[in-house]
């Protein structure tokens, strides 16, 4: 691995984040970091995160490549600040003579509760339904009230029981002598399961035969939802893979979010609690190579679609699913989000302490969401690459907890500069069914590769449910 002095320490969290998500240490040869050492403020490396995460997904895709076309892997350079960038990408989604929604709804966020802090979060018209009829209120203030007169853990479990999202602050130590953070706090990077492929069934992307891009011909079955999983399948479609986001009719995701995260994709909707739209899904399945999940643990299970079930509708399919609290103790089934990770897991409360403050200091962006996002197109890419050369099958296993817990690992930064303004970051000119936009370019670079997404970021449920190039596309 190369790298420039600036950059120093950059390199070597990105080989160790490589090595977590089983790349072979030689390819780092192929890597070059760049950059500053620190671009956001934070008593946490989020820089280092950003840089080896995004770092991790591009080498990724460069392996893959080389496999597909019996090369030699391409060398791939990663800069520092474009990697931030990418980590802020929707506050710096600019429009260009259209508006788009706030991202965040009027009553999210942060309230003191009677002896301590807690999030709530409600962005979701349903989540934010179940904080109503709880507290009895419906704006800031109101709300700010009712919250007053509960401990903070109390109306955690209250929120969460009535079907709504919410955090207590707790300090690192609490959360580890807790059920939940005791479960996860060995949690691997990504956990990967594998199966032999079997023999009657034929590698869908063999050696040889690869295209212009690396995932060139890939089909991906996207079912994810907010930042992390979209992140993880528009890197896989800037690459090359048709994308086909699937999602329930009617769903709304949180409107502001969809310029950024939907670019690259088709979009459809099907109900999945039909015949017509089980038959169509698991046609789908069938066709697919790879299907990410960003549902809660049990989510495809309850609807009949677990391991097994997805392995029988097509033995070749590789399968990534990323959740919010992880894959075992009580809160594997709980909803989640970056902001209440940051709550729950000490990251919080360390910022406060940090800063001096007596309300919770989070980190700069939603680093948990794109740091999973990105490491997640690395276990796919990985994935593949196994597929291809090892004849395996893999089904991965990420979450924002288990992307806590590095975060946490990461040496503190000796630099702490003031935070980037939005003109600091150069943007790039974007086609949206809104309206033009600029946006941050994808970050990471393969030399002499030139990815881009080719379906404009839109609506979600505006495709047909098919395979780009199959029947009734």
Same mark, same amino acid.
């Given at each position: 691995?190369?790298?420039?002095?600036?950059? *120093?320490?950059?390199?070597?969290?990105?080989?160790?984040?490589?090595?977590?998500?089983?790349?072979? $240490? /030689? %390819?780092? &040869?192929?890597?070059?970091?760049?950059?500053?050492?620190?671009?956001?403020?934070?008593?946490?490396?989020?820089?280092?995160?950003?840089?080896?995460?995004?770092?991790?997904?591009?080498?990724?895709?460069?392996?893959?490549?080389?496999?597909?076309?019996?090369?030699?892997?391409?060398?791939?350079?990663?800069?520092?600040?474009?990697?931030? $960038?990418?980590?802020? $990408?929707?506050? %710096?989604?600019?429009?260009?003579?259209?508006?788009?929604?706030?991202?965040?709804?009027?009553?999210?966020?942060?309230? @003191?509760?009677?002896?301590?802090?807690?999030?709530?979060?409600?962005?979701?018209?349903?989540?934010?339904?179940?904080?109503?009829?709880?507290?009895?209120? *419906?704006?800031?203030?109101? +709300? @700010?009230?009712?919250?007053? /007169?509960?401990?903070?853990?109390?109306?955690?479990?209250?929120?969460?029981?009535?079907?709504?999202?919410?955090?207590?602050?707790?300090?690192?130590?609490?959360?580890?002598?807790?059920?939940?953070?005791?479960?996860?706090?060995?949690?691997?990077?990504?956990?990967?399961?594998?199966?032999?492929?079997?023999?009657?069934?034929?590698?869908?992307?063999?050696?040889?035969?690869?295209?212009?891009?690396?995932?060139?011909?890939?089909?991906?079955?996207?079912?994810?939802?907010?930042?992390?999983?979209?992140?993880?399948?528009?890197? %896989?479609?800037?690459?090359?893979?048709?994308?086909?986001?699937?999602?329930?009719?009617?769903?709304?995701?949180?409107?502001?979010?969809?310029?950024?995260?939907?670019?690259?994709?088709? !979009?459809?909707?099907?109900?999945?609690?039909?015949?017509?739209?089980?038959?169509?899904? /698991?046609?789908?399945?069938?066709?697919?190579?790879?299907? +990410?999940?960003?549902?809660? *643990? &049990?989510?495809?299970?309850?609807?009949?679609?677990?391991?097994?079930?997805?392995?029988?509708?097509?033995?070749?399919?590789?399968?990534?699913?990323?959740?919010?609290?992880?894959?075992?103790?009580?809160?594997?089934?709980?909803?989640?989000?970056?902001?209440?990770?940051?709550?729950?897991?000490?990251?919080?409360?360390?910022?406060?302490?940090?800063?001096?403050?007596?309300?919770? +200091?989070?980190?700069?962006? @939603?680093?948990?969401?794109? $740091?999973?996002?990105?490491? !997640?197109?690395?276990?796919?890419?990985?994935?593949?690459?196994?597929?291809?050369?090892?004849?395996?099958?893999?089904?991965?296993?990420?979450?924002?907890?288990?992307?806590?817990?590095?975060?946490?690992?990461?040496?503190?930064?000796?630099?702490?500069?003031?935070?980037?303004?939005?003109?600091?970051?150069?943007?790039?000119?974007?086609?949206?069914?809104?309206?033009?936009?600029?946006?941050?370019?994808?970050?990471?670079?393969?030399?002499?590769?030139?990815?881009?997404?080719? +379906?404009?970021?839109?609506?979600?449920?505006?495709?047909?449910?098919?395979?780009?190039?199959?029947?009734?596309?």
């Amino acid at each position: 691995m190369t790298q420039t002095d600036q950059a *120093a320490g950059l390199s070597d969290i990105a080989a160790r984040v490589w090595d977590e998500v089983g790349g072979p $240490a /030689e %390819l780092t &040869d192929a890597l070059t970091a760049a950059g500053p050492r620190a671009v956001l403020p934070s008593q946490f490396d989020v820089t280092g995160l950003a840089t080896a995460s995004v770092a991790a997904a591009t080498l990724a895709a460069a392996e893959f490549l080389a496999v597909r076309n019996d090369g030699r892997t391409l060398p791939v350079t990663v800069d520092s600040r474009q990697a931030c $960038a990418a980590f802020a $990408a929707e506050g %710096l989604f600019t429009p260009l003579g259209w508006e788009r929604p706030d991202i965040w709804d009027p009553i999210a966020g942060n309230y @003191q509760a009677r002896d301590g802090w807690i999030r709530l979060h409600t962005n979701y018209a349903y989540h934010r339904a179940a904080v109503e009829r709880l507290l009895g209120a *419906a704006n800031r203030e109101s +709300v @700010q009230a009712a919250v007053a /007169e509960w401990r903070a853990v109390d109306l955690e479990t209250a929120v969460v029981e009535a079907g709504g999202c919410a955090a207590a602050m707790r300090t690192r130590e609490d959360w580890l002598a807790g059920p939940a953070g005791a479960a996860t706090a060995d949690a691997p990077l990504a956990a990967v399961a594998d199966r032999a492929l079997p023999d009657n069934v034929a590698a869908p992307l063999a050696a040889g035969t690869g295209g212009p891009l690396p995932y060139s011909g890939l089909r991906v079955l996207d079912l994810t939802r907010v930042i992390a999983g979209p992140i993880a399948t528009r890197f %896989l479609a800037a690459y090359g893979a048709d994308v086909l986001r699937i999602d329930p009719p009617g769903f709304a995701e949180v409107p502001a979010l969809l310029p950024e995260t939907t670019a690259g994709k088709r !979009t459809a909707a099907l109900d999945l609690t039909t015949a017509a739209g089980r038959a169509a899904f /698991e046609s789908l399945v069938n066709g697919a190579d790879v299907l +990410v999940s960003g549902l809660r *643990a &049990d989510a495809l299970a309850r609807l009949g679609y677990d391991g097994p079930a997805l392995a029988a509708l097509n033995p070749a399919l590789i399968v990534a699913s990323l959740d919010a609290y992880g894959w075992d103790g009580p809160w594997r089934d709980r909803r989640g989000f970056d902001s209440l990770v940051q709550m729950s897991s000490g990251i919080a409360a360390a910022g406060a302490a940090a800063a001096g403050a007596d309300h919770p +200091v989070p980190l700069p962006v @939603q680093a948990l969401d794109h $740091a999973c996002g990105y490491l !997640t197109a690395a276990a796919v890419g990985r994935a593949l690459t196994r597929h291809t050369a090892e004849s395996v099958v893999s089904r991965i296993r990420l979450s924002l907890i288990a992307t806590a817990n590095l975060l946490w690992s990461l040496p503190r930064p000796a630099e702490h500069p003031p935070m980037p303004k939005p003109g600091d970051f150069p943007l790039t000119d974007a086609q949206t069914a809104w309206g033009p936009a600029r946006r941050v370019p994808l970050p990471g670079a393969i030399a002499g590769i030139d990815p881009r997404w080719r +379906v404009e970021a839109g609506p979600l449920g505006r495709h047909h449910p098919a395979w780009a190039d199959g029947p009734g596309s």
